[in-house]
């Protein structure tokens, strides 16, 4: 039933069998072929989830269609999405289409609120879920023999094994440094003479920081690639990730929901939109109002159904990830569609007077601005029906305490000359901004709780 041989025989030439990691036969094949590949694995997982999960059952015969009514891809946009509150209602074992003796590994999202969501493994998924790292990490310009150094967390949090497993696997050797503990990490990097740093973007901005102030040059070190993920972060953040740590800063997308990091990629050689590997997901766009299907290129809330994972299949995700995509061929030969960064999560998106903004959009604009740092937070506030935002920022050190009345107000002029939003800016001392070691806290939501 839920075999991942059956799945390997679909495939041309499969990596799961032969261990290689950029498997041309797949990376590179035209959309035809991608297209009947998906629609046998479609039918396939959508089988699984009907006759295992009870869950999908009742909310199939609900919206009235059944796996068979499967004839194209576009057929499944007649099946019912699943959200968290699903994975949450499910709690924990309820989403599982194996038996309990199947599984190998339990993760669990890194949310702090509410229950948690926990998500299930066989052997057969960590396999693959390592096979696609390790693709990953190929595509981002890691070899085997390579020392990768992993500051993301290790625990429930997928980040750190899901890093470890691909890396081992493509033959590197990895650092289990996890987040915290950062002089030691700075050590650690510059002894072992790590060529790839794992990391959150904002952690690998703090780590930068951390050594400048002990006087470590990393880019006198042998760390070329960083690999970053976890959050949103802007283009500004990635330039100056480049510039601070010597680095080429690759972008990967992922989410415990769907396996967890290793969903999607840039490549080394176009760093410019984020690889999905077609073969094991299935990617849409959809409007998150109307939840209609957008037409590749728009705009919208990405959701994604799980091609390959029997422990648990995800049948049309609503990540709340908000993306486009573009299916044209990478200058790399890749032609798995790409996901054109993720701006923000459709939670995240603050509305400011009537303007729409992501705290992504912001972090671009206030990245290389003079007098500033590249930390910040911000701060939502209600003043009658009004929503208001007040941005903190840092000053740069030795910055006069006088000039930052004036520094602010130039932000604000910046900020609403750019997006149109009119905010407060505050200009802080230095380091009076928190800092992270996971994701960033970059919005604190201080309106009253309905
Ligand atoms: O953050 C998995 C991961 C670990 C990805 C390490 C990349 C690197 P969760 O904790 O379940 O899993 O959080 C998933 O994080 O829905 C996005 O909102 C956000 N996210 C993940 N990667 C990116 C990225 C891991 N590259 C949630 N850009 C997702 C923007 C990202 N947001």
Redo the contacts with the bound molecule.
């Keep these: 039933m839920h075999n991942v041989l059956q799945c390997e025989a679909d495939q041309p030439e499969s990596e799961f069998r032969n261990g290689r990691y950029f498997v041309p036969e797949i990376e590179t094949m035209g959309r035809e072929a991608i297209s009947a590949l998906q629609l046998k694995k479609l039918r396939r997982i959508l089988h699984h989830a009907y006759d295992n999960v009870a869950h999908y059952q009742r909310g199939f015969n609900a919206a009235g269609v059944s796996p068979h009514d499967l004839r194209t891809l576009d057929d499944l946009a007649r099946f019912p999405f699943t959200t968290k509150d699903d994975l949450r209602d499910n709690y924990p074992f309820g989403l599982f289409a194996v038996p309990r003796r199947e599984l190998r590994r339990i993760q669990a999202?890194?949310?702090t609120t509410g229950k948690p969501i926990v998500v299930g493994y066989t052997k057969e998924d960590l396999d693959i879920w390592a096979s696609l790292m390790a693709r990953c990490l190929v595509a981002a310009g890691v070899e085997p023999g390579d020392m990768v150094h992993n500051a993301?967390g290790y625990g429930l949090?997928?980040?750190g094994l899901?890093?470890h497993q691909g890396a081992e696997l493509l033959g590197c050797a990895i650092t289990p440094a996890s987040c915290g503990a950062t002089e030691r990490q700075m050590i650690l990097i510059e002894d072992l003479e790590a060529r790839v740093l794992?990391a959150?973007p904002s952690y690998a901005l703090y780590l930068a920081e951390a050594a400048e102030r002990q006087g470590v040059d990393f880019r006198r070190l042998p760390l070329s690639i960083g690999?970053?993920?976890?959050?949103?972060?802007s283009l500004s953040l990635r330039d100056l990730l480049q510039n601070r740590l010597g680095i080429m800063a690759i972008?990967?997308?992922?989410?415990?929901?769907i396996t967890?990091?290793?969903?999607?990629v840039e490549c080394k050689e176009a760093q410019n939109g984020?690889h999905g590997w077609e073969d094991c997901f299935l990617f849409e766009v959809i409007d998150p109002e109307t939840e209609a299907r957008l037409p590749f290129g728009e705009t919208g809330e990405l959701v994604i159904t799980t091609l390959a994972k029997w422990a648990q299949p995800m049948i049309r995700y609503r990540?709340?990830?908000i993306t486009r995509l573009d299916p044209t061929p990478c200058t790399c030969g890749r032609t798995h569609v790409r996901l054109m960064?993720?701006t923000?999560?459709s939670d995240d998106m603050l509305i400011i007077r009537g303007v729409n903004v992501y705290p992504?959009q912001i972090e671009a604009l206030l990245i290389g601005q003079p007098g500033i740092e590249p930390y910040y937070q911000l701060i939502v506030e209600r003043e009658g029906a009004m929503d208001t935002l007040t941005i903190d920022v840092e000053a740069t050190p030795g910055t006069p305490e006088d000039r930052f009345d004036e520094i602010a107000r130039g932000l604000e002029r910046h900020i609403r000359s750019s997006i149109g939003l009119s905010c407060h800016t505050r200009v802080l001392e230095h380091r009076r901004v928190p800092r992270s070691h996971g994701?960033a806290v970059r919005v604190r939501d201080l309106r009253p709780k309905p």
């Design positions: 999202s890194s949310g993301l949090f997928t980040g899901g890093f794992c959150t690999i970053f993920g976890a959050e949103p972060w972008d990967l997308y992922g989410l415990s929901e967890g990091p290793g969903v999607a984020l990540t709340r990830d960064r993720i923000g999560r992504s994701k």
